[in-house]
């Protein structure tokens, strides 16, 4: 299985703060990476998709960067509902796998 | 309005059988490029893929949990089902059903299930 490792595990920020979570995969999976947000209670929401896709109707404050191994998932200015778990997650291969998630909180 | 909702009992008892369904309205489980997916979330911890049914009739189980596992699919009540054998502590989890929504370079999961949380005990 490709192994996803996800840093940090949580964060504490102030509202309009740049927000940077990592993501790398233990094998090459070219830009096959997806990340989504998890309010509590709630179901994930994608939020991009082939590592740099911002999906229609998500802020633009979310970005994301990179390829191969080494991907980077960023909140520009953050907002208090931001507040969420954010996870990264490979479609290279089977089976699908995730990072073990971010969790994100206001200072 | 395509909705996605787990049924299923919410206590098993240990050396049990897990059994949950997905009923799937809005969209049929044939509709092509779909991937009608198993993961699970154990409490306060990341996501874990189980296995799908695709839109073709196949079916893909985690290895991690082959030996136990059984996804099927019912194209006449459109939905997919769940077994999972032997159950344990350790299988104590929210079970989500999802779409796994694939093409040539893409694959996102754009449909959930609200998630139900199965907890072994006797």
């Known amino acids: 299985d490709i192994q996803m490792t996800q840093s940090p595990s949580s964060l504490s920020a102030s509202v309009g703060d740049r927000v940077t979570i990592t993501c790398q995969a233990s094998?090459?999976?070219?830009?096959?990476l997806n990340w989504y947000q998890q309010k509590p209670g709630k179901t994930p929401k994608l939020l991009i998709s082939?590592?740099?896709n911002l999906e229609t109707g998500v802020p633009s404050r979310f970005s994301g960067s990179g390829s191969g191994t080494d991907f980077t998932f960023t909140i520009s200015s953050l907002q208090p509902e931001d507040i969420a778990t954010y996870y990264c997650?490979?479609?290279?291969?089977?089976?699908?796998?995730f990072g073990q998630g971010t969790k994100v909180e206001i200072k | 309005q395509v909705q996605l909702q787990e049924s299923g009992p919410g206590l098993v008892k240990p050396s049990q059988t897990l059994s949950l369904t997905c009923t799937v309205s809005g969209v049929s489980i044939s509709s092509a490029g779909s991937y009608w997916t198993w993961l699970r979330q154990h409490p306060g911890k990341g996501l874990e893929y189980i296995g799908y049914?695709?839109?073709?009739?196949?079916?893909y189980h985690n290895p991690s949990l082959k030996s136990r596992l059984t996804i099927s699919g019912d194209t006449s009540n459109n939905q997919f089902s769940l077994k999972l054998s032997s159950v344990t502590a350790a299988d104590t989890a929210v079970y989500y059903c999802a779409r796994e929504f694939s093409g040539y370079n893409y694959a996102w999961f754009d449909l959930w299930g609200q998630g139900t949380l199965v907890t072994v005990s006797s």
């Open positions: 997650q490979q479609y290279d291969y089977v089976p699908r796998t």
């Open positions: 082939d590592a740099s």
């Open positions: 049914l695709s839109y073709s009739g196949k079916t």
């Open positions: 094998q090459d999976i070219n830009n096959y």
